[in-house]
């Protein structure tokens, strides 16, 4: 089973993580379902960019983008070459390594 390393976040996990996730998992799901609470204000349907992670390691092992995530990504705060909405990422057979970026650009948390 790939880990999942979770680099630290002041607000959703200020130690960081090592997380144990099966492949073929949502990334997005993973992380919720590990009390880390990254904000999915659209429930993981691939309509906003509130669960915007960075992927520092591991991200040529991942499931393709669509365009419909590139075209979302556009909008989304700090995008860098390594950026994919964890709700549209799979989690693969290779161990991951991923940032929470620091701001959304969501004015109020959801509170999921």
């Excluded at 979770?6 to 959703?12: E, K, N």
């Excluded at 993580?17 to 349907?45: D, F, R, T, Y």
């Excluded at 669960?51 to 979302?72: M, P, Q, Y």
Aim: one cysteine or more; a negative charge.
């Amino acid at each position: 089973m790939p880990q999942v390393i979770v680099l630290p976040h002041p607000q959703l996990c200020p130690e960081g993580a090592v997380l144990q996730v099966p492949s073929g998992k949502s990334l997005c799901e993973a992380l919720v379902e590990n009390e880390i609470e990254i904000e999915h204000a659209c429930e993981m349907s691939c309509a906003c960019t509130t669960c915007h992670v960075l992927v520092r390691e591991g991200f040529k092992h991942l499931n393709a983008s669509t365009d419909d995530e590139e075209d979302l990504l556009d909008a989304a705060w700090g995008l860098e070459a390594c950026s994919r909405l964890s709700c549209q990422v799979k989690v693969g057979d290779e161990d991951l390594t991923i940032e929470i970026p620091k701001y959304t650009i969501n004015h109020a948390r959801e509170n999921h």
